[in-house]
Protein backbone atom coordinates (compact mmCIF):
# COMPACT_ATOMS: atom_id res chain seq x y z
CA UNK A 1 0.00 0.00 0.00
CA UNK A 2 1.26 3.65 -0.61
CA UNK A 3 2.05 5.35 2.98
CA UNK A 4 -0.16 9.53 3.22
CA UNK A 5 0.94 11.68 5.59
CA UNK A 6 -2.75 14.26 6.19
CA UNK A 7 -1.80 17.41 7.61
CA UNK A 8 -4.45 19.83 9.04
CA UNK A 9 -4.02 23.70 9.42
CA UNK A 10 -5.99 26.27 10.82
CA UNK A 11 -8.02 26.88 8.31
CA UNK A 12 -11.75 26.49 8.41
CA UNK A 13 -12.73 23.46 7.20
CA UNK A 14 -11.42 20.68 9.46
CA UNK A 15 -14.03 18.57 8.49
CA UNK A 16 -12.02 18.08 5.45
CA UNK A 17 -8.80 16.59 7.42
CA UNK A 18 -10.89 14.48 9.42
CA UNK A 19 -13.31 12.63 6.80
CA UNK A 20 -10.01 12.21 5.21
CA UNK A 21 -8.46 11.09 7.53
CA UNK A 22 -11.37 8.16 8.04
CA UNK A 23 -11.60 7.24 4.02
CA UNK A 24 -7.78 6.64 4.19
CA UNK A 25 -7.54 4.42 6.49
CA UNK A 26 -8.18 1.54 4.47
CA UNK A 27 -6.02 2.64 1.31
CA UNK A 28 -2.79 3.79 2.80
CA UNK A 29 -0.28 2.13 5.08
CA UNK A 30 1.41 3.56 6.71
CA UNK A 31 -1.07 6.70 7.14
CA UNK A 32 0.43 9.90 9.66
CA UNK A 33 -1.10 12.93 10.48
CA UNK A 34 0.18 16.41 12.03
CA UNK A 35 -1.99 18.80 13.50
CA UNK A 36 -0.65 22.65 13.57
CA UNK A 37 -1.03 24.32 16.88
CA UNK A 38 -3.98 26.39 15.87
CA UNK A 39 -5.66 22.90 14.25
CA UNK A 40 -7.01 22.26 17.22
CA UNK A 41 -8.58 25.64 18.00
CA UNK A 42 -10.39 25.22 15.12
CA UNK A 43 -11.06 22.20 15.52
CA UNK A 44 -12.69 22.70 18.83
CA UNK A 45 -14.30 25.93 17.40
CA UNK A 46 -15.75 23.78 14.51
CA UNK A 47 -16.34 20.13 15.73
CA UNK A 48 -16.71 21.00 19.12
CA UNK A 49 -13.94 18.57 19.79
CA UNK A 50 -11.52 19.00 22.61
CA UNK A 51 -8.06 17.47 21.73
CA UNK A 52 -6.37 16.10 24.68
CA UNK A 53 -2.74 17.09 24.92
CA UNK A 54 -1.25 13.57 25.63
CA UNK A 55 -3.92 11.81 24.02
CA UNK A 56 -3.26 10.28 20.06
CA UNK A 57 -5.62 12.89 17.91
CA UNK A 58 -6.34 10.56 15.55
CA UNK A 59 -8.13 8.61 17.81
CA UNK A 60 -9.60 12.31 19.15
CA UNK A 61 -10.74 12.45 15.90
CA UNK A 62 -12.09 9.54 14.64
CA UNK A 63 -12.04 6.97 17.22
CA UNK A 64 -10.72 3.53 18.14
CA UNK A 65 -9.85 3.37 14.37
CA UNK A 66 -7.52 6.49 14.73
CA UNK A 67 -5.03 4.38 16.70
CA UNK A 68 -3.64 2.99 13.14
CA UNK A 69 -2.73 6.26 12.42
CA UNK A 70 1.03 7.47 13.33
CA UNK A 71 0.86 11.07 14.91
CA UNK A 72 3.44 13.82 15.21
CA UNK A 73 3.94 16.89 16.88
CA UNK A 74 4.39 19.65 14.61
CA UNK A 75 7.51 20.61 15.75
CA UNK A 76 8.60 17.03 15.65
CA UNK A 77 11.49 16.96 13.10
CA UNK A 78 12.67 13.66 14.07
CA UNK A 79 9.44 12.30 12.30
CA UNK A 80 10.34 9.54 9.06
CA UNK A 81 9.29 11.85 6.70
CA UNK A 82 11.02 15.02 7.35
CA UNK A 83 14.28 13.15 5.34
CA UNK A 84 13.88 12.76 1.53
CA UNK A 85 15.21 9.39 2.29
CA UNK A 86 12.05 8.16 3.74
CA UNK A 87 9.31 10.65 1.84
CA UNK A 88 5.78 9.71 1.86
CA UNK A 89 4.27 8.53 -1.34
CA UNK A 90 1.82 11.75 -0.77
CA UNK A 91 1.14 14.25 1.55
CA UNK A 92 -2.09 16.06 1.83
CA UNK A 93 -3.18 19.38 3.78
CA UNK A 94 -6.57 19.23 4.56
CA UNK A 95 -7.52 22.48 5.09
CA UNK A 96 -4.49 24.31 4.04
CA UNK A 97 -4.22 28.35 5.41
CA UNK A 98 -2.66 30.58 3.10
CA UNK A 99 0.25 31.23 5.59
CA UNK A 100 1.12 27.85 5.27
CA UNK A 101 0.45 27.74 1.80
CA UNK A 102 3.01 30.88 1.27
CA UNK A 103 5.66 28.96 3.60
CA UNK A 104 5.60 26.19 1.40
CA UNK A 105 6.05 28.24 -1.84
CA UNK A 106 8.96 30.00 -0.29
CA UNK A 107 11.04 26.97 1.44
CA UNK A 108 10.28 28.17 5.13
CA UNK A 109 10.49 24.95 6.79
CA UNK A 110 9.85 25.88 10.31
CA UNK A 111 7.31 23.23 11.20
CA UNK A 112 7.01 19.73 10.63
CA UNK A 113 4.14 20.51 8.41
CA UNK A 114 6.72 22.59 6.06
CA UNK A 115 9.61 20.70 5.98
CA UNK A 116 7.25 17.57 4.51
CA UNK A 117 5.84 19.57 1.59
CA UNK A 118 9.27 20.75 1.09
CA UNK A 119 10.51 17.11 1.18
CA UNK A 120 8.22 16.13 -1.35
CA UNK A 121 8.19 18.92 -3.84
CA UNK A 122 12.10 18.24 -4.03
CA UNK A 123 11.60 14.12 -4.17
CA UNK A 124 8.81 14.79 -6.57
CA UNK A 125 6.42 13.13 -4.29
CA UNK A 126 2.69 13.86 -4.96
CA UNK A 127 1.79 17.33 -2.69
CA UNK A 128 -1.49 18.50 -2.39
CA UNK A 129 -2.96 21.50 -0.63
CA UNK A 130 -6.91 21.90 -0.29
CA UNK A 131 -7.25 25.72 0.66
CA UNK A 132 -10.33 26.56 1.96
CA UNK A 133 -9.96 30.80 1.33
CA UNK A 134 -12.34 33.17 -0.68
CA UNK A 135 -11.64 35.43 -2.18
CA UNK A 136 -7.74 35.18 -3.02
CA UNK A 137 -5.43 37.79 -2.62
CA UNK A 138 -3.12 38.56 -5.49
CA UNK A 139 -0.36 37.42 -3.20
CA UNK A 140 -2.33 34.06 -2.45
CA UNK A 141 -2.85 33.54 -6.23
CA UNK A 142 1.30 34.17 -6.93
CA UNK A 143 1.91 31.79 -4.01
CA UNK A 144 -0.29 28.89 -5.28
CA UNK A 145 1.00 29.40 -8.84
CA UNK A 146 4.69 29.16 -7.27
CA UNK A 147 3.48 25.92 -6.00
CA UNK A 148 1.65 24.43 -8.72
CA UNK A 149 5.58 25.27 -10.96
CA UNK A 150 7.19 23.34 -8.17
CA UNK A 151 4.88 20.19 -8.66
CA UNK A 152 2.21 20.90 -5.83
CA UNK A 153 -1.98 20.31 -6.99
CA UNK A 154 -3.73 22.55 -5.21
CA UNK A 155 -7.42 21.37 -5.01
CA UNK A 156 -9.28 23.72 -3.30
CA UNK A 157 -12.24 23.16 -0.87
CA UNK A 158 -14.64 23.76 -3.55
CA UNK A 159 -17.20 21.32 -3.75
CA UNK A 160 -19.83 20.12 -6.88
CA UNK A 161 -23.07 20.51 -7.17
CA UNK A 162 -23.88 18.16 -9.89
CA UNK A 163 -25.05 15.42 -7.28
CA UNK A 164 -27.31 17.21 -5.70
CA UNK A 165 -25.93 17.23 -2.55
CA UNK A 166 -28.73 16.82 0.35
CA UNK A 167 -26.73 17.12 3.30
CA UNK A 168 -22.94 18.92 4.79
CA UNK A 169 -21.57 15.69 4.01
CA UNK A 170 -22.81 15.02 0.44
CA UNK A 171 -20.47 18.40 0.14
CA UNK A 172 -17.76 17.31 1.78
CA UNK A 173 -17.06 13.86 -0.05
CA UNK A 174 -16.77 14.52 -3.56
CA UNK A 175 -13.43 16.75 -2.23
CA UNK A 176 -12.63 14.03 -0.49
CA UNK A 177 -12.97 11.52 -3.34
CA UNK A 178 -10.76 14.02 -5.50
CA UNK A 179 -8.09 13.96 -3.15
CA UNK A 180 -7.60 10.43 -3.16
CA UNK A 181 -7.68 9.86 -6.60
CA UNK A 182 -5.14 12.53 -6.51
CA UNK A 183 -3.44 10.51 -4.04
CA UNK A 184 -3.06 7.69 -6.13
CA UNK A 185 -5.52 5.82 -4.16
CA UNK A 186 -9.14 6.38 -5.12
CA UNK A 187 -12.19 4.86 -3.13
CA UNK A 188 -13.95 2.00 -4.02
CA UNK A 189 -17.48 3.43 -5.11
CA UNK A 190 -16.94 7.28 -5.39
CA UNK A 191 -18.85 9.16 -7.56
CA UNK A 192 -18.50 9.93 -10.57
CA UNK A 193 -19.88 12.16 -13.05
CA UNK A 194 -21.54 10.18 -16.56
CA UNK A 195 -23.03 13.12 -18.34
CA UNK A 196 -26.71 15.01 -18.14
CA UNK A 197 -29.72 14.18 -20.04
CA UNK A 198 -30.89 17.08 -22.25
CA UNK A 199 -34.26 16.69 -21.07
CA UNK A 200 -33.55 17.16 -17.50
Given at each position: MPSLLVCMTGASGS???????EAALPLFDPLYLVL????????HHELGLVLRRGANPACELIGEAGAGVRTFGHQDMNAPFASGSA????????????GTAARIAHGVSEDLIA???????????????????????????????????????????APPFYHRPKDIDGLVQPIIDRILVHA???RPGAYHWAGSSAEE
Open positions: IYGVRLLSARAREVIACDAMVVAPCTMRAADVCLKERRKLILVPRETPYSTLHLRNLLALSEAGATILPAGAP
